[in-house]
């Protein structure tokens, strides 16, 4: 069984204070790690999709890594509106081109104070 | 146009009442989802159409009603539900189903 556990639950960052947020997984065939920012009340907006370990995605502060076991996704000088919940999620080879195997983590609650 | 639009964005209901949410999206995707979201908990899978036609029901009682009437649209018929249904409601497309998904702002359904 696929799992995706995030770290830590919620994080407190004053404004330009960069930090990481983890994503551990446990997959069978690794398709796709799919990084997700939520706001309180919306749905989840798409970030970035890695498919293998070394790759690295960037948009603007934000910056995806991954490894064969787990991303991180390191935030550099963070501004208030970069507060949101962070949702890691991966997909794996078990069905062939079924989302069923898009497990999400419990997310990272990021605030940035000013 | 890369918007999923849900309406509507809020829904209270009674117990007995009969409602529909409603989702649609122009991006041509062939793959359509219903997911189902608690306050800080992750999404979690309704189901999927896939082409028009339901490929996947994760166990979701039968007072969830899915219908697709075309490639564009997507409801979910609510009826008799419960109080601990009250959740935000998801819908997402993506283009067959391998790829990134597309969610819309979601219906945040209240059930008294």
């Known amino acids: 069984e696929d799992q995706v556990t995030q770290s830590p639950e919620a994080l407190r960052l004053q404004e330009g204070e960069s930090s990481s947020l983890n994503c551990s997984y446990t997959?069978?065939?690794?398709?796709?790690l799919f990084w997700y920012r939520q706001d309180p009340g919306k749905g989840p907006e798409f970030l970035f999709t890695?498919?293998?370990a070394g790759e690295e995605k960037e948009k603007e502060r934000l910056k995806a890594t991954l490894t064969k076991k787990e991303s991180f996704l390191h935030i550099t000088a963070p501004k208030p509106e970069d507060s949101a919940t962070y949702l890691c999620?991966?997909?794996?080879?078990?069905?062939?081109?079924?989302?069923?195997?898009?497990?999400f983590g419990s997310g990272t609650q990021l605030t940035v104070l000013p | 146009d890369t918007e999923v639009t849900q309406t509507p964005k809020h829904l209270v209901m009674g117990m007995t009442n009969k409602k529909s949410l409603k989702c649609e999206q122009h991006?041509?995707?062939?793959?359509m989802y219903w997911y189902k979201q608690k306050a800080k908990k992750p999404p979690e899978l309704m189901f999927v159409?896939?082409?028009?036609?339901?490929?996947i029901n994760e166990s979701v009682p039968s007072r969830f009603s899915p219908e697709c009437p075309n490639s564009s649209l997507l409801n979910l018929h609510l009826h008799a539900l419960q109080p601990e249904d009250s959740a935000l409601y998801l819908c997402?497309?993506?283009?067959?189903?391998?790829?990134?998904?597309?969610f819309g702002s979601g219906t945040q359904l209240s059930v008294l």
């Open positions: 997402a497309s993506s283009p067959r189903g391998l790829e990134k998904l597309f």
């Open positions: 997959v069978s065939g690794l398709r796709g």
């Open positions: 890695l498919y293998s």
């Open positions: 999620a991966v997909q794996s080879g078990h069905v062939s081109g079924s989302a069923r195997q898009l497990t």
């Open positions: 991006m041509g995707h062939r793959a």
């Open positions: 159409y896939s082409y028009e036609k339901l490929s």
